[in-house]
């Protein structure tokens, strides 16, 4: 299953990214309220850091990073960008997503895996199929500006 979702996952992520779908928050908020709110963000993003440390395609690139930081600034990200009320602030405020992460020399592959464990982590809190594509659609386009190498 993981295997044919990957796939589906991989051409999904490239095709929303090739089409240049805008990374904005939703104007209204029924991903948010599908992904169960603040409460329910926090949940998906503790679990996706667990799978994403555990995750042999993945886990050496987090080694060095601050989980805990890392945590709240996902979690402000899925929130805005799901049409809830946070503000994404990002580590660094002066820095986009591509140059935050040109050193890390990110692989599609990789890219795809951490997409994978979100899916999952998302999966294990019961958040609708429906809604986890309307969030990976909003995410999809930062593929560009992540994927270095």
Same mark, same amino acid.
């Given at each position: ?27 209204? !908020? ?17 679990? *996706? ?12 690139? *987090? ?15 899925? &929130?805005? *960008?799901?049409?809830?009320? &946070? ?15 040109? !050193? ?6 990789? *890219? ?38």
């Amino acid at each position: 299953m993981m295997k044919k979702w990957s796939t589906w996952a991989a051409a999904g992520l490239l095709l929303a990214s090739s089409l240049g779908m805008a990374q904005t928050p939703y104007s209204e !908020d029924s991903t948010y309220r599908g992904l169960g709110g603040k409460e329910g963000i926090d949940k998906i993003v503790a679990s *996706f850091l667990t799978l994403v440390q555990q995750d042999v395609r993945v886990k050496e690139s *987090f080694v060095d990073f601050d989980m805990e930081q890392l945590a709240g600034r996902l979690a402000e990200q899925l &929130c805005e *960008f799901s049409g809830g009320p &946070c503000k994404y602030t990002g580590k660094y405020k002066d820095r986009d997503m591509e140059s935050s992460h040109v !050193d890390l020399k990110i692989t599609n592959a990789q *890219f795809n895996a951490v997409a994978e464990d979100l899916q999952l982590a998302m999966e294990r809190h019961g958040v609708p199929n429906s809604v986890q594509n309307k969030l990976i659609a909003k995410l999809a386009p930062m593929q560009r500006a992540i994927v270095t190498k």
